[in-house]
């Protein structure tokens, strides 16, 4: 964990089904001193109106701009959330990491998420970065790609890690903390140089850095 780089607090936004204590959203909750999940409620039967309101009553609850990191569905949640926000509100996000979200069409065939309608479109002066995986079960990279355009986001795949959860052995994910930190403003120089978090041969399990493995 890189506790000092990062200078907001992280909310963490799971999807369907919650993240067990082996996810990197579980880990970074338990490493970080100001990192904590947002409850939605109903994990496993979502209702997006539901998931949209706890979200808004967690950021707005806040009084300095926070940190996103959401994971699967719940990305959708997110987009719904700031698409619908005023200009002010959304400037109580400092950035967001929306990593593996699903496509809808696919998720509906076998999971209770009917009240998640298509993703909505925005652009926004926040910074964003949608992740996606080349062989993720629940949505092609193509697919991610075009919802980071929906959102205004930078995209990333960051390789054959499946659903970039717990199964996938990343721990607790060091390249997704690159990423989220570098969305803070003015970030610092070294993370800035992503050069520096080069994937080293038994990636994701070490990193290397300037040629020593961290």
């Known amino acids: ?15 369907l089904g919650n993240s067990g204590p082996a996810h990197w959203q579980s880990l970074w909750e338990h490493a970080l001193p100001d990192c904590e999940r ?30 996103i990191a959401a994971h699967s569905l719940g990305c959708h949640a997110f987009a719904h959330w700031f698409g619908a926000a005023s200009a002010f509100t959304r400037t109580r996000v400092a ?31 926040t910074p964003m970065t ?22 205004d986001a930078r995209f990333v795949n960051a390789g054959p890690f499946g ?9 607790d994910w060091p390249y997704g903390q690159y990423l989220l930190a570098s969305l803070q403003p003015a970030p610092n120089p ?6 520096l978090w080069l994937r080293s041969g038994d990636w994701p399990h070490r990193m290397v850095r300037r040629g020593l493995a961290i």
């Not at 964990?1 to 999807?15: C, D, E």
């Not at 409620?41 to 701009?65: F, H």
């Not at 949608?130 to 990279?141: C, I, L, Y």
């Open 38 to 67: 947002i409850e939605l409620g109903r994990w496993d039967a979502p209702d997006r109106r539901q998931w949209v309101n706890r979200i808004a009553q967690a950021v707005e609850s806040e009084s300095e701009p926070v940190l």
């Open 95 to 125: 950035g967001a990491l929306l990593v593996a979200p699903p496509d809808l069409s696919r998720l509906r065939r076998n999971s209770p998420v009917e009240s998640f309608t298509d993703a909505p479109s925005f652009t926004s002066r």
């Open 190 to 195: 070294a993370l800035a140089d992503e050069w």
């Open 1 to 15: 964990m890189y506790h000092s780089t990062f200078r907001h607090k992280i909310l963490t936004i799971p999807g």
């Open 163 to 171: 659903h970039i959860n717990a199964e996938s052995g990343i721990g």
């Open 130 to 151: 949608v992740v996606a995986s080349d062989d993720d079960p629940h949505a092609k990279a193509a697919h991610v790609w075009r919802l980071s355009r929906q959102w």
